[in-house]
Structures are given as C-alpha cells and as structure tokens.
C-alpha cells in the first residue's frame, strides 16, 4: 500500500492510513506483507502569482495528486520488488481509488503470462469500462511521434484525459474540457479548429468515454528494462541484487523525471481532515502517464513493450464514490424500474445492491472481503443516505460479530 497526505479523513490521508494498518493489521505489518511508503506530493499555486497556496491555518497546501508515485514508491523499495519476483509471478496489479468493486480479474493477469509463453513483451494490461457517458473519463488513441531532425515516427497507444484537451464551448458540447468559448478568433483557437483538435472533434460520433478500472503490470519486465537487464534471463533476480541500493533509487527518480506531467489549470484541494480548500494550479503525474504512455522509456532494440486494453461491462468492473447521482442499480446489474420509469441516487446508495451482490458471490466462491486480521465480511446490509453522513461525522453505527470457522466475521453496512 503507497500513501501520501490527501483530502479526506476516511481513510485515505497518510495519518489515518498508518493508524488503521496498525490496529487493524500488526501482523501483516510485522511480517511486512504490508509496507507503507510515501509518495510524493506536489503544491497548489495560485493561478495568478505562481504563489504557493497557504489553507486557512497557514500551513502550505499540498496534494497527493501525482499517482504515479503509489507505483513508483513500490518499485523504489529494492527488497520488496525482489522479494515478488523470487516468489511471486512477478505480476502487480493496481485498481481506481474510487472503485468500490476493486478486486483483480483473472483476465488481467492470464492476459501477461500468456504473453509470456508465447514470447511477446506486454508491459500493461488495462482493464476499462464505459464511464456512463458523462464524457469526463479518459480515452485511447494511438498516438505518433516524429523526430524533426531524423524524420523517424514513433507509434504508440496512450491514455488520455477528456480534461488535458479543449472545447470550443464546455455549456454546449458537455465535455469537462478546457473551455475556449472566449478565445474565438485567436490563433489557437483557429489552429485546434483547423487541425481537429478539440475534444469534439477528435470523438467524432463516438460519445462515451471510459473509466480505466485497473492496471496489471508485468514488474518482472518493468524492472528488467528499467536496469537493462533482460527480463527473461534465469539469472535476473540475483544481477538485480548485484544492484548498488543508492543507485537504484537514484535510477528510479531519473526515470520519473521523463515521464510527462499532466496540467490541471484549476483543482480545488482539501487539507487533512477537510475543514479549508484551495483551488489553483497543479501538475499531476498519473500512473498511466507511465505504465501506457512512457513505454518508450522501456524500449528494446527499438521496440516498445505491448500495452493491451481491456474492455468489461461497468456494472461488473467499475462502482464509482464520488459523491454523484447516477441510476440505482440491482444486484444482478440491472437498472431499478418505478412505474416504468429509472430513478437516480448518490452513487454509493444506487450501487449498494450491486455491490452487495458482487460480495455474496465472491463469498460463495471461498473470496472474503477482508477488513482486519481474521476479520471478514459475511454479509453487507442496506443503509440510508443519513446513515453514511452520520458515520462520516464520526457518529457510526455498532458492529455485530460472529464467529464463523474461528475466524471474525463482520456484518456491517456498506
């Protein structure tokens, strides 16, 4: 688990992460099945001044907002990775911090180790889902490359924001882009409206974008490349400990510096227990601007590594928490019908269902939802919108018990 300093006191900031791993999991931490690193945090300037943003108690404004860092303060840690290539498969897997259905597919890691007998280098498997039409998630395009003074192109698949394009008016095409509705007639503006450039333009008719539910990473090909090293070589896991352990993380940090950086022009930041915000500027690294964009950075005689994207039903791979409203949904992922009519609810409440669901079918498969040391989920029970305000504040509910083949079963709501 990578950490930093984030928005909210639920469990996400680095404060609450650490006491929760503590006192819930001493002995996964103990016997380092669990390790905390932190990642690196960027400042929120003033769109203005280029000032550092201060929240109201003066303290500088921070944010978690480079992700790549969650994988990058996995691979820093020289024992750790070498300790899952020797016993592990050497596959890692990452899921979207807002997906409450986050648990790895098969799919995900079969489609790298099928790679692997047939000779093929895939560095990534990403696993997407439709993003219900808001047109805010992302997208893939194959992007190319040409070096102006050799001529040579470069072909590659990269993910991208719907946010890092613009639009010629945000109020009438709907996309969550930057906004040039007041920059008509400017030379931009002619040049993006010349070569399609705008968000429209480069959808078309294809209106739906996708929400990326997880990434599997070969980390045996990875780290291999990363020290030029080849990934099939028998020998790999003791010429990576022959690896100077200063100079490892020091080619770790190289490597970061040459991924690109995404600009978000405005994005409002909470501080630790979400009492003040600030909106202003930042640059964002996010994980895919490495593990499906950098492949470059991963070449071997001339050739990128695979990035493979794989696409699944939304109901089956992606429930989102983000705090807005989108169709209640069944257990069975069907959408719920009032005389003959859908109905929408804050999506944690429209998802509780098909939540529920996925959790009782993983059960009777022998997969717990683990909470705590032996302690696991047996059943997810209903709860109002009410009831998940109150336990934001604090105020939450009493938990059953029960002993089910000496181990701590939880019945809790969702």
Not at 178 to 189: L, M, N, S, V, W
Not at 255 to 268: A, G, W, Y
Not at 335 to 352: F, R
Request: some cysteine.
């Amino acid at each position: 688990r990578s950490t930093s300093v984030d928005g909210t006191k639920e469990g996400e900031s680095d404060r609450s992460v650490r006491d929760l791993l503590d006192s819930e999991y001493k002995g996964a931490r103990k016997s380092k099945q669990i390790r905390i690193a932190m990642q690196k945090a960027g400042l929120v300037l003033d769109n203005k001044t280029g000032e550092p943003l201060r929240f109201k108690d003066g303290h500088i404004a921070t944010c978690a907002e480079n992700h790549l860092w969650a994988f990058f303060a996995t691979v820093m840690d020289k024992d750790l990775v070498i300790n899952l290539l020797e016993n592990s498969n050497g596959i890692v897997s990452m899921g979207n911090g807002d997906n409450i259905l986050n648990y790895p597919r098969p799919a995900m890691i079969g489609e790298i180790l099928k790679a692997r007998e047939e000779g093929e280098s895939v560095a990534t498997v990403a696993v997407c889902s439709p993003s219900r039409g808001d047109r805010k998630g992302g997208f893939a395009a194959k992007v190319t490359y040409r070096n102006k003074i050799t001529g040579e192109e470069i072909t590659q698949v990269e993910m991208r924001e719907v946010s890092e394009f613009a639009t010629r008016d945000k109020e009438k095409t709907e996309f969550k882009a930057i906004d040039f509705f007041k920059e008509k007639g400017t030379e931009i503006y002619k040049r993006l409206d010349r070569e399609g450039q705008f968000i429209e333009d480069i959808f078309g008719d294809r209106k739906v974008a996708f929400n990326v539910a997880f990434y599997s990473m070969d980390l045996r090909l990875f780290i291999a490349r990363i020290f030029g090293i080849d990934e099939n070589d028998p020998n790999l896991t003791l010429k990576l400990k022959d690896v100077d352990s200063q100079y490892w993380v020091d080619r770790i940090i190289e490597l970061s510096e040459k991924v690109p950086e995404t600009i978000q022009p405005n994005k409002e930041v909470p501080n630790e227990d979400n009492t003040s915000s600030v909106e202003g500027y930042m640059t964002e690294q996010a994980v895919q601007d490495f593990v499906v964009n950098s492949m470059g950075l991963l070449a071997k005689d001339g050739q990128n590594p695979e990035v493979r994207i794989l696409l699944g039903t939304r109901q089956d791979t992606f429930l989102p928490y983000k705090g807005t409203k989108q169709l209640v949904m069944k257990d069975d992922g069907s959408v719920v019908m009032e005389n003959g009519k859908t109905k929408e609810d804050y999506d944690l409440i429209a998802n509780m269902q098909i939540y529920k669901g996925a959790i009782e079918r993983l059960r009777k498969k022998g997969y717990y939802l683990v909470l705590g040391e032996d302690a696991y989920v047996l059943e997810v029970l209903p709860v109002s919108l009410e009831e998940v305000v109150d336990a934001n504040k604090g105020k939450r509910r009493p938990t059953k018990l029960s002993k089910v083949k000496a181990s701590k079963v939880l019945r809790g709501g969702l």
